[in-house]
């Protein structure tokens, strides 16, 4: 089990699984910080309900994606959940595969990973939540871009959740912008860095994110920096910014 004690910024993934338990039907207040970010959640919902699940612009993709992001949109209220780590089926989150862990491990974990949502500001891993549509960087009227508005939010639980951990930063840019950082302290911010020198991106990079994210939580270096430093990946090194 691992020995640091620091709280995991990872992004949430575009690709979600459409299961859902209907014994958990999701309401703003759901979650870790839906005591604190319930009014912002409902005006979203609120408002892409009213926009019939958000137009094709809003949402970033056509046809049947289209569809299934405004039917579920619409929905939100009283929708079937999952937990975040099992709602989140993307590159990132498939190569961290908490359902891998042992139960113990896994229970450990999910409580230390926090997610910016642009639907939801955060997320903790455990969190039950609906399948949806939304983009940090997506502007929906008339709250502007979702990062700007989820903003000051996010910040103040951040700063109420994080104490004296520090904060490990695996974000891309688009939830970086929801967060204002010069109110945190500790926080490590890690980059992956190609071998070869080419820019970092695409499938594979994302892949190395969700291992990194694995290596970070089962490692037993209290360390954070040598963790780090100790990621082995044929493609990427892993280092904290300066």
Not at 96 to 123: E, M, Y
């Amino acid at each position: 089990m691992a020995t640091q004690d620091f709280l995991l910024l990872l992004p949430p993934s575009e690709g979600k699984s459409e299961a859902g338990n209907r014994s958990h039907p999701w309401t703003p207040r759901l979650g870790a910080f839906g005591a604190v970010l319930e009014t912002s959640r409902t005006q979203i919902a609120a408002q892409l309900r009213k926009d019939k699940g958000g137009a094709q612009k809003l949402l970033g993709v056509g046809g049947a994606h289209l569809t299934r992001a405004q039917s579920c949109n619409m929905q939100l209220i009283g929708a079937s959940c999952l937990p975040a780590w099992q709602r989140y089926t993307g590159v990132v989150w498939d190569h961290l595969d908490l359902a891998s862990l042992s139960a113990t491990q896994r229970n450990a974990f999910i409580k230390r990973i926090i997610v910016p949502s642009g639907l939801l500001g955060l997320v903790r891993a455990d969190d039950q939540i609906p399948d949806y549509r939304l983009k940090m960087g997506a502007r929906l009227a008339p709250f502007g871009t979702m990062s700007k508005f989820w903003n000051e939010a996010i910040t103040d639980a951040l700063v109420a959740t994080v104490k004296k951990r520090a904060v490990i930063d695996l974000l891309p840019n688009e939830h970086r912008a929801a967060i204002n950082w010069d109110l945190l302290d500790n926080v490590v911010r890690v980059d992956l860095v190609s071998h070869s020198g080419a820019i970092v991106g695409g499938h594979n990079a994302k892949a190395a994110k969700g291992l990194l994210a694995r290596h970070l939580l089962v490692s037993t270096n209290a360390d954070v920096r040598r963790t780090v430093a100790s990621f082995k990946h044929p493609e990427y090194s892993a280092k904290v910014a300066t």
